[in-house]
């Protein structure tokens, strides 16, 4: 399949909403302020940035022009747009894993819309389980310190 045919296109967006959705969902069970929506559109906006990367990529492949750059400018955004989930309350900073996720799904869609699936769907699949597999674990050496 062509990367400009509707079909590849169509499939490449649902993936990476999907893909996206995955880890949202996980924050919105957590019940933080950027939940199942907000981890979906980021995913799906760079996979259509990282869509349109490539369709200019292929419209000027005869020049000099860089297609990365617009990849580029969705890694600077995301991490501003970051900057704004992370709140210092007291001694403690949060938002920081929200920060992450946020930018993790800005990568899932993007390998999606260059055509990575396999790649963005085990790497979604990885996260998701340092989101809930690790998070046990990081609870009983934060009990174990506590006890210290």
Known sequence: MEFSDP?????????????????????ESRHKGAGLRTHMLVGISACLVALTSIYVSDIYRDTNLDPTRLLHGIITGIGFLCAGTIIRAGDQVVGLTTAATVWTVACIGMAVGVGQYITATVFTLIVFFVLIGVRSFEKRIKAQNNKE
Request: charge should be positive.
């Open 7 to 27: 079909v590849t296109i169509i499939l490449k967006l649902l993936l990476a909403t999907l893909l996206s959705g995955l880890i949202g969902l996980e924050r």
